[in-house]
């Protein structure tokens, strides 16, 4: 290897991670601060505390539901803002954030998460035979004695089970009580369409949240927007970019039509480009960076088909949310016969 390869190899690891490490400010995530702000008391000063805004007759406490696709960024956009709020940072009675983030992990129960979230709480031994009540009477302990006053449950979707009617209703009951009590917290809530379609068979739970949807990148709206950000990106690494026919468009349809999905697949391309030592980002390099990822026939390569506007993305997973949602009409119908009888 001489040092030119050496180089190379060099900025090939390093590069990558410093693009993923820029945020870019968008619309949605404009939004959510602004909705979140709105859910604390103001101090003295005007700003945000860390004390949530009780309504209701002061007994409870609102929420913020952000909705997207897998990759659209909703997780970066989140982690982004409550990073940047200054009332929610470092507690000087733990040294921890007043904020605390649970990843669902799926098939999860109400005993499964509450156990997940004592253990982020620092509670690493629960007794097996640990009613589901007693465990999440000892998570809203143990939250108040840390002084969490958020708690942002991520790809939340993965909290209910469609089938289980009896189960998901218990699942939104104690999301409620999260917010109710001697020491209610601010619920965030992230996921997907799933998740805002199961918060919706709640009404009171429903109405407690501001819901906030990314909108969809648009061919033609988005496109000279997308190709700037896409030079800076390649600007940064070192490249030089000029969009080429229809690349940009491409690029928004490869990329399920989502921001997040976006940059991932510009980054990996500028990646694809320095691992050739080549000096511009190409359309070969998109055709090779998405082709490897999504492992399809150079014919449903987006980058490389003719028709690249007719291949149809993601028809599995679409046919699988379907029949999960077909799922749960058919048990919603099944309870309310039940309670008829």
């Known amino acids: 290897m001489n040092n030119h390869d050496e180089m190379s190899s060099s900025i090939g690891q390093s590069t990558p991670e410093m693009l993923r490490d820029i945020r870019f400010q968008t619309d949605h995530g404009k939004l959510f601060s602004k909705q979140v702000s709105r859910l604390f008391k103001p101090g003295d000063d005007g700003q945000p505390t860390h004390q949530p805004a009780l309504v209701t007759a002061g007994t409870e406490t609102n929420g913020v539901i952000m909705i997207d696709a897998s990759g659209g960024g909703k997780t970066t956009t989140i982690q982004e803002v409550l990073g940047k709020f200054d009332a929610l940072q470092d507690n000087p009675e733990?040294?921890?954030?007043?904020?605390?983030?649970?990843?669902?992990?799926?098939?999860?129960?109400?005993?499964?998460?509450?156990?997940?979230?004592?253990?982020?709480?620092?509670?690493?031994?629960?007794?097996?035979?640990?009613?589901?009540?007693?465990?999440?009477?000892?998570?809203?302990?143990?939250?108040?004695?840390?002084?969490?006053?958020?708690?942002?449950?991520?790809?939340?979707?993965?909290?209910?089970?469609?089938?289980?009617?009896?189960?998901?209703?218990?699942?939104?009951?104690?999301?409620?009580?999260?917010?109710?009590?001697?020491?209610?917290?601010?619920?965030?809530?992230?996921?997907?369409?799933?998740?805002?379609?199961?918060?919706?068979?709640?009404?009171?739970?429903?109405?407690?949240?501001?819901?906030?949807?990314?909108?969809?990148?648009?061919?033609?709206?988005?496109?000279?927007?997308?190709?700037?950000?896409?030079?800076?990106?390649?600007?940064?690494?070192?490249?030089?970019?000029?969009?080429?026919?229809?690349?940009?468009?491409?690029?928004?349809?490869?990329s399920r039509y989502k921001f997040?999905?976006?940059?991932?697949?510009?980054?990996?391309?500028?990646?694809?480009?320095?691992?050739?030592?080549?000096?511009?980002?190409?359309?070969?390099?998109?055709?090779?960076?998405?082709?490897?990822?999504e492992i399809c026939e150079p014919g449903r390569n987006v980058f490389a088909a003719e028709d690249w506007i007719e291949i149809e993305l993601d028809v599995d997973e679409d046919e699988y949310e379907a029949q999960r949602t077909a799922a749960t009409n058919k048990a919603r119908q099944k309870a309310k016969r039940m309670k008829k009888k």
Request: charge should be neutral.
């Open 94 to 254: 733990t040294g921890r954030p007043r904020y605390l983030k649970i990843k669902v992990e799926s098939p999860a129960t109400q005993k499964s998460l509450g156990t997940t979230i004592l253990q982020k709480l620092g509670v690493d031994n629960t007794a097996e035979r640990a009613k589901v009540w007693e465990i999440w009477q000892a998570v809203r302990v143990r939250l108040e004695r840390m002084g969490i006053t958020l708690l942002w449950i991520d790809e939340a979707q993965d909290m209910f089970k469609d089938t289980a009617t009896t189960e998901t209703d218990n699942m939104l009951k104690m999301l409620k009580s999260l917010m109710q009590g001697e020491h209610p917290v601010v619920l965030v809530l992230s996921g997907t369409e799933r998740l805002g379609r199961i918060a919706g068979l709640d009404p009171q739970l429903s109405r407690r949240f501001a819901k906030i949807k990314p909108r969809d990148l648009k061919i033609g709206a988005d496109n000279e927007d997308l190709e700037e950000l896409v030079k800076f990106l390649s600007g940064k690494a070192g490249l030089t970019f000029k969009a080429h026919f229809d690349v940009i468009s491409r690029l928004i349809h490869g």
């Open 260 to 293: 997040g999905r976006a940059i991932e697949s510009v980054i990996l391309a500028i990646e694809e480009a320095l691992y050739q030592d080549s000096p511009c980002l190409e359309v070969e390099h998109f055709e090779v960076s998405w082709g490897e990822r």
